[in-house]
């Protein structure tokens, strides 16, 4: 096992990344090297604070010794910065969307296989203990044969670049059906074969959807249903919500995953308020990333997981603008 695994941030632009940063810190069995991000003002408050190196250019973090990087950039930088990593020989942990067409995400895929690194899936939401509990019931039977799934992300406009599709690729379909589609996913283990979708902007005056209805039909026959909608107002007591409703054959199983709160009503505020008290997901990504790479063995959620979530969300946006539903040709894991 590798006494200590050397891991460098590039950008700053997702909000996870602080997140990760924090989780990267407390970890005695990491070294976190530096942040290489071109806004020095995004991440100066994180260089003062602990005392981190600054690379303006992510090539330069990319020429040390380290291991591994955590990208947190715009989606349109994904492939590029992923593909720069796999060339200088480092494993990647990559944001959601995992790329922003499958040729990109083929891409990253190759150019990690091809330089023997490992690509890793930002999907935190495995690691929240409701989701980890209803897997565990699915795997085991409890409630037979799933026929129908439907599921929900619904969360606020997050502003800022995720509303420029130049660079984020896209809305709310593409920001939000990727992390319920990767549960979906997971929990079915089958490949989506046909979707059907709506995307509009309903809620916000940003020129990009921030609705939407995302239909998918999996090879093994069940049918689902997605609400990625970036819909919940300013007074909704926290940004969103991740839920799952599993219809089986011998019952149903409804997945609350962030349930795990307290509910706080404060005249400052003048709002409702959520208090998490479950385990971070970010904290536990961080640590499957990182015990995967230490032991020399396979990360939990590849690269070809994030193509099939996100190829899901492209197929919804062709979907939504030619107004009937979608095919999507088996993928061979083999192919890149």
């Known amino acids: 096992m590798k006494a200590k695994l050397k891991v460098g941030m590039i950008s700053f632009a997702h909000m996870h990344a602080a997140s990760y940063l924090q989780a990267l810190l407390a970890r005695k069995d990491v070294d976190l090297v530096g942040i290489a991000d071109e806004n020095r003002e995004r991440v100066r408050p994180f260089l003062e604070r602990y005392g981190l190196a600054y690379y303006e250019d992510a090539g330069k973090l990319l020429a040390t010794d380290v291991d591994a990087v955590v990208i947190c950039s715009e989606n349109v930088r994904h492939a590029p910065l992923t593909v ?57 039977g409890d409630i037979g044969r799933i026929v129908a799934v439907k599921g929900t992300n619904r969360g606020t406009m997050p502003g800022g670049w995720f509303a420029d599709r130049s660079l984020s690729g896209g809305g709310a379909v593409l920001d939000h059906t990727v992390h319920v589609m990767d549960l979906m996913n997971w929990f079915l283990n089958s490949e989506p074969e046909e979707v059907f979708a709506y995307a509009a902007t309903l809620f916000h005056r940003e020129p990009i959807d921030d609705a939407g209805m995302v239909h998918v039909k999996f090879r093994n026959g069940v049918i689902a249903v997605l609400d990625p909608s970036w819909s919940r107002p300013a007074a909704f007591p926290t940004w969103g919500d991740v839920t799952m409703e599993l219809i089986g054959t011998k019952g149903t199983l409804f997945v609350d995953a962030f349930a795990q709160k307290n509910e706080i009503y404060n005249n400052e505020r003048m709002k409702p308020s959520w208090s998490y008290w479950g385990d971070s997901m970010d904290d536990r990504l961080i ?48 192919d890149g």
């Open 287 to 334: 640590e499957a990333f990182v015990l995967a790479l230490r032991e020399d063995r396979s990360v939990p959620i590849t690269g070809e997981d994030g193509f099939r979530s996100a190829r899901v969300a492209l197929a919804a946006y062709a979907s939504a603008q030619q107004g009937k539903p979608v095919r999507l040709a088996p993928w061979d894991r083999t």
């Open 84 to 140: 720069q990593a796999a060339q200088a020989g480092k494993h990647v942990l990559c944001e959601k969307p995992l790329g922003i067409s499958e040729a990109q995400m083929r891409e990253m895929i190759e150019a990690c296989r091809a330089n023997g690194v490992q690509l890793m899936t930002a999907f935190p939401c495995r690691y929240l203990a409701s989701v980890i509990e209803a897997k565990a019931a699915v795997d085991r």
